[in-house]
């Protein structure tokens, strides 16, 4: 297997995977509620839960912006 056969199955492994935690959100509104701001914005929600409930997520990354 070549170096681009190898990057193209890794690309497709990744959108699999992409795929099943967007479905498990989609299906969970709970477990959506919860998700950091980028997947909240993925679903047109608001960066953080508007009933002022902090997210755990935003508060113990640091690098995140």
């Known amino acids: 297997m070549t170096s681009a056969e190898a990057n193209y199955r890794l690309l497709q492994e990744i959108q699999a ?12 509104p709970e ?3 919860r998700a950091e701001p980028d997947i909240r914005l993925l679903f047109g929600l608001p960066e953080h839960d508007e009933a002022g409930a902090a997210n755990p997520h935003a508060q113990t990354d640091p690098q995140r912006k």
């Open 17 to 28: 995977n992409r795929d099943f935690l967007l479905l498990a959100y989609r299906q969970n």
């Open 31 to 33: 477990l959506l509620k």
